[in-house]
């Protein structure tokens, strides 16, 4: 397993099956509010929200002490021997890989071997491991590992046991892009499956809700340090001060078409019809970031102009400069209010890699019950006018293509096409 940045964009050329269009059979969420895929969609449609006070440790030390946590999870569900060597990021997302297979009806020990391989997305989770090094460090008097080593260690840590556990012995990895690797994650599996691989299982699930990794993300200056849950995380809003950080994300199970059907899949949710990701330029160069190429790429490897794109699932980062420059990319490219756009991360926060995998999830379940779901806490009538920005309840829609959009700290941008089953 090896830690990678950002793949370039691709157009699925020159590869054996190359035009292969992979199908989503399977999904697996944790998110703050719900554990479970249709937990957490009937929350989200109900717009329930899973942000508030910190409770894992105290925050009152802190600039920002308002977050998404899962509360609601039980290691008890794990094997006992997986717990002391996993931390709650690698726990997550060993249950949502779980949950991601069964929805399948997947048992990749039943399949040859090499046909199932697992590439997942990672952030910051690791201080979650490395907290607990330290605290065993300052109470041992040095005789534990270094911070350090559990660190470097955590990287590929859920691909690694995800593929131990399912004994997956196709291709593997672990993509480093920040809050756009989620996105990553699933190209990077698209391009195996498209090499012949048959079935990937891929996203991200992520978190760093301890002392150690709350410091280092307040200290970026983009979270909020309101504590009314209600009014802290606001994309798009005039009254907008930064974002709330979460955890959890999502896994899904991508499979070439054929093989899905071949083995009788029980669902498709959708297929992953383009992807693009590029790099914003250097600050000060007076180029344009790069989220509108990454969105135009991403339309073009789907076959689809802006026309065709039925909903919009935004990056939604709540810093009012970096929201201006996505509402004037979408503007410049849909038209004003020219097509829906939503931000259900509102009601989970930004969950770091695992943000834009569970934006992912969101859009296949919206392309499946044809309905939008409400970006929460906003008020409507505050946005600005060339934003259709959905608010107060769902809006049913007739949904074709679904546009994921995502950006990462240091200048990530990624962009992904879901379309419907037929």
């Not at 990454?294 to 400069?321: C, E, N, T």
């Not at 949904?399 to 990462?408: E, Q, S, T």
Request: glycine share 14%; charged share 20%; with cysteine.
């Amino acid at each position: 397993m090896t830690g990678q940045l950002a793949p370039a964009p691709e157009t699925g050329t020159g590869r054996p099956g190359g035009s292969v269009r992979p199908v989503v059979t399977g999904l697996g969420v944790v998110a703050p509010n719900g554990l479970g895929t249709e937990r957490y969609w009937a929350a989200t449609l109900r717009g329930d929200s899973g942000i508030g006070r910190i409770t894992r440790f105290d925050p009152s030390g802190y600039t920002s002490s308002l977050a998404g946590e899962i509360a609601d999870f039980d290691p008890a569900r794990l094997p006992n021997r997986l717990l002391p060597q996993t931390d709650l990021m690698t726990r997550l997302a060993l249950v949502a890989a779980e949950e991601a297979l069964d929805d399948a009806g997947a048992d990749p020990r039943t399949m040859p071997d090499f046909a199932a391989g697992v590439v997942t997305a990672a952030s910051a989770g690791g201080f979650d491991f490395g907290q607990r090094e330290l605290e065993a460090l300052w109470s041992k008097g040095g005789a534990h590992v270094s911070a350090y080593q559990s660190f470097a260690w955590f990287y590929p840590v859920n691909s690694g046991q995800i593929s131990i556990r399912h004994d997956m012995r196709g291709p593997g990895g672990a993509l480093v892009a920040e809050q756009a690797g989620g996105l990553d994650a699933v190209a990077k599996a698209r391009r195996h499956v498209r090499d012949g691989t048959p079935l990937m299982l891929t996203g991200g699930v992520d978190g760093s809700l301890c002392p150690w990794g709350w410091l280092c993300m307040t200290r970026s200056g983009a979270l909020t340090t309101r504590t009314d849950p209600r009014r802290a995380y606001l994309p798009f809003s005039p009254d907008a001060s930064g974002y709330v950080p979460g955890e959890g994300g999502a896994l899904l199970v991508l499979e070439d078409p054929r093989a899905a059907a071949e083995r009788g899949a029980p669902q498709v949710y959708g297929r992953i019809a383009g992807y693009a990701a590029t790099f914003d330029p250097r600050p000060g160069s007076g180029r344009e970031p790069g989220l509108r190429r990454a969105l135009r790429l991403a339309l073009d490897d789907a076959g689809i102009g802006p026309a065709d794109v039925d909903v919009v699932f935004a990056d939604a980062m709540g810093v009012p400069a970096l929201d201006a420059v996505e509402t004037q990319v979408l503007a410049a490219e849909f038209g004003p209010r020219g097509v829906p756009v939503t931000a259900p991360k509102t009601m989970t926060g930004r969950l770091l890699a695992g943000g834009a995998s569970l934006d992912l999830a969101a859009a296949l379940l919206s392309l499946r019950d044809q309905v939008v779901p409400p970006t929460v806490h906003v008020d409507g009538g505050e946005i600005p006018d060339s934003l259709d920005l959905v608010t107060g309840a769902p809006r049913p829609a007739r949904l074709r293509h679904a546009l994921v959009l995502a950006r990462g700290h240091g200048g990530f941008n990624s962009a992904m096409v879901v379309s419907g089953r037929d």
